[in-house]
């Protein structure tokens, strides 16, 4: 069998790689130019005509809110001692500790700019 040497074969895919871009970036431009001539050509530079204007539609007035009526039905009863009520809240278990003591003094740096 005949095998081409490295060189030969990497030589012929960098032709091919730089031709296909060289070709996409000419069919690029080729669209472009396309597409630029024919917008040219159909455009007519008119304003739109008023005739193809939606027709009018009425407006209607707008819904007047009105409060609705609230009707209030209230039922007391007599509490049964059950367990459905919450209990009242209570006051601590214990008594309070003793207050935390103050921060120390703070330490004197003195300098001899600022003595203590």
Excluded at 7 to 24: N, Q
Excluded at 68 to 79: F, N, Q, Y
Aim: net charge positive; with cysteine.
């Amino acid at each position: 069998m005949y095998q081409r040497s490295r060189p030969t074969i990497r030589d012929r895919a960098d032709r091919l790689i730089r031709g296909a871009t060289v070709g996409g970036i000419g069919g690029a431009l080729a669209l472009t130019g396309v597409f630029s001539t024919m917008a040219a050509m159909y455009f007519s530079g008119k304003p739109v005509a008023a005739e193809n204007a939606p027709p009018a539609v009425p407006v209607a007035k707008a819904p007047v809110q009105a409060p609705r009526k609230v009707i209030v039905h209230v039922v007391h009863r007599a509490a049964s001692g059950g367990s459905t009520y919450a209990r009242v809240p209570s006051g601590p278990g214990q008594a309070p500790g003793p207050a935390p003591l103050p921060p120390p003094a703070p330490v004197c740096h003195s300098t001899p700019s600022h003595p203590c």
